[in-house]
């Protein structure tokens, strides 16, 4: 089904759908300015409604400042919360040979719930790049919550190890890169119980046995999943239309980048110094190196806006 | 080990490595393809997400030369989804197979066309 079919189908039927984003910034990585790469590619490929989630001083940065007409046509909603989730600090590598330690604040995603305005919402995180309409195939679905259990390489090798289970023993891990929820009480109760874990994540920890301590909304949900399976290795909810989330890892780069072709070159994982190329289109693409994509991130929005002004 | 040996090795390990850089290369693009392929082949229809081949295909046109004009199908999570307009989503089915066949076949042909690693990539003459 086209884009501009779907919005207008589902706005025949009454119901309210859209994506919801979130974006806090810190001071290695322009979150909101990805966030609006993220939206502009939604609008592009899906055609839905977008909500962006971001800090009270969100129209104070630059990039918001000098497009402000971009941010008013890509956003049909801007949340301002106040986010008073404790700092947490983590490296953003960008190939294995840089890195920058910076605080970032990710325990917000639980209240998507809450804060989405729509019946059926998809919560993606702002480097997750939509270049398909295969996300469409979620609307409309009997199920009321839909997130990826799998992750795979652009080489498409599938993740495993720390990617794949909580430890080597543990539960399967779910990817809440992507999630698609109904407005529910089944909804409303897996975001609850992630609340639940966030609340005691030191417990959950020790129980879970996951790597370090940091706040993870991956591990949040693969918990409450399991919890409310009935600690079930079978999935309680089903996946995403595509199977699995194709990711570029941090030690990856991006080399060249219009918003119908990338170049990607993938870091060889015996001969760490060497890359091989690919080149990419319509498949979605969840881009964990986060500066590699801040590099492309002005000419990908100059292509996608006219009045673009890059900062 | 003489000069002009050596030469000769050298140039035939270089000719190799060339090849198997083509090789790795023009994998990737063939996954690639194959993945696009695979999201092409699925249809969403009524809240249910189908898998395409050739075998649904097969199945829902017994349906209908069994004058039947709806029916339940499972979908890719196994979710029962009623279709109660067979041939309507026969015709879906269909013109979707064809887009993703024909896609998929110009990007094989793209990829025999390109006889090094800068071609694959679109980088340069094929």
Redesign the interface.
């Known amino acids: 089904?086209g884009a501009k079919k779907t919005l207008a189908s589902l706005k025949n039927k009454g119901f309210t759908r859209g994506v919801l984003l979130f974006a806090t910034n810190n001071d290695a990585v322009d979150y909101v300015k990805m966030a609006l790469l993220c939206a502009s590619l939604v609008k592009k490929h899906l055609n839905v409604p977008v909500t962006l989630v971001t800090d009270p001083w969100w129209n104070t940065l630059d990039i918001v400042t000098k497009n402000q007409q971009i941010f008013d046509s890509t956003f049909d909603k801007v949340i301002v919360i106040s986010n008073d989730d404790p700092v947490n600090s983590r490296a953003y590598r960008d190939t294995q040979y840089h890195s920058v330690t910076a605080d970032f604040k990710n325990g917000n995603r639980l209240s998507a719930y809450e804060l989405s305005p729509y019946d059926e919402t998809i919560v993606l995180d702002v480097d997750y790049l939509v270049l398909?309409d295969?996300l469409?195939?979620?609307?409309?679905?009997?199920?009321d919550f839909h997130i990826s259990r799998d992750a795979t390489r652009i080489?498409?090798q599938k993740l495993i190890g720390k990617e794949y289970r909580l430890n080597d023993y543990g539960i399967r891990m779910v990817w809440a890169t992507v999630l698609y929820f109904k407005k529910n009480k089944f909804s409303k109760l897996i975001f609850d119980m992630v609340a639940h874990i966030k609340e005691h994540w030191d417990y959950y920890h020790l129980v879970y046995d996951f790597p370090d301590g940091l706040y993870r909304n991956d591990y949040a949900f693969s918990i409450a999943l399991h919890t409310l399976g009935g600690a079930l290795e079978e999935a309680t909810v089903?996946?995403l239309?595509?199977d699995t989330i194709?990711t570029l890892l941090d030690r990856d780069q991006i080399y060249t980048a219009t918003p119908s072709?990338w170049?990607l070159f993938?870091n060889d994982d015996v001969e760490t110094w060497k890359f091989?190329?690919?080149?990419?289109?319509?498949?979605d693409l969840h881009c964990l190196n986060k500066l590699s994509l801040l590099r492309v991130t002005n000419s990908l929005l100059a292509s996608l806006h006219d009045n673009y002004l890059p900062t | 080990m003489t000069d002009t040996l050596k030469a000769q090795l050298d140039e035939r390990l270089e000719a190799t490595l060339v090849a198997a850089?083509y090789r790795?290369?023009i994998y990737?693009?063939r996954?690639?393809a194959k993945?696009?392929l695979?999201?092409a082949l699925?249809?969403?229809k009524?809240?249910?997400?189908f898998k395409i081949d050739q075998g649904m295909i097969g199945f829902i046109q017994v349906l209908i030369d069994e004058k039947k004009t709806s029916a339940v199908l499972l979908d890719?999570?196994e979710?029962p989804?009623l279709i109660d307009d067979l041939k309507g989503f026969k015709s879906q089915v269909l013109d979707k197979y064809f887009q993703a066949m024909n896609d998929y076949i110009l990007d094989m042909q793209e990829m025999k066309k390109a006889r090094n690693?800068a071609a694959?990539?679109?980088?340069g003459p094929k």
């Open positions: 089904m398909s295969n469409n195939k979620l609307w409309g679905s009997p199920h080489n498409h089903p996946g239309p595509g194709y072709s170049q993938i091989t190329s690919t080149l990419w289109h319509g498949i | 850089n790795a290369t990737q693009q996954e690639n993945v696009r695979k999201q699925t249809i969403g009524n809240g249910g997400i890719i999570n979710t989804i690693t694959v990539l679109g980088l």
